[in-house]
């Protein structure tokens, strides 16, 4: 029995890969882990049967998600996405080779990459706000048409399109 509650929990719809989606996701974040996988007991519209995984909780560098084998009703779209703010190149390196692998290309784009499961995902530099926002407004704008020209971003490029 769960005895605290987080007041918002993300939840992913997905077709049938709902299992095979968490354990991807849970390989690629540290501190991330399966909490809880319950299955169906009665057949469903969607053909899921007794004894298939209904939902996956599982945590992302802490941060709880529940992932459902819901049917193939509805799709995921770049209306929502998950901000993975990286410290280092490397980082953004690692998640984006991570989380692109098998995804689609056409969908990369100032640091946007659709997964293989379709779950759009922004790998960005963690000072990317800030350079975006600079109070010179030339500088701003700089950075803003560098990062427009990438699909992963390059720390050191978007330091370097504010350079005077």
Known sequence: ???HLKKITPFLWFDKQAEEAANF???IFNNSKITRVVRY??????????GDVMTVAFQLDGLDFVALNGGPHFKFNEAVSFVVNCATQQEIDHYWEKLSAGGDPAAQQCGWLKDKYGVSWQIVPA????????PDPEKAARATRAMMQMKKLD??????STKT
Not at 41 to 50: C, L, Q, V, Y
Not at 127 to 134: M, T, V
Not at 155 to 160: A, F, N, T
């Open 1 to 3: 029995m769960q005895t």
């Open 25 to 27: 996701y849970t390989s």
């Open 41 to 50: 007991r009665a057949t469903t519209p969607s053909g899921n049967k007794i």
């Open 127 to 134: 000072e990317l706000s800030d350079l975006l926002s600079d």
């Open 155 to 160: 720390i050191e490029g978007l330091r370097q």
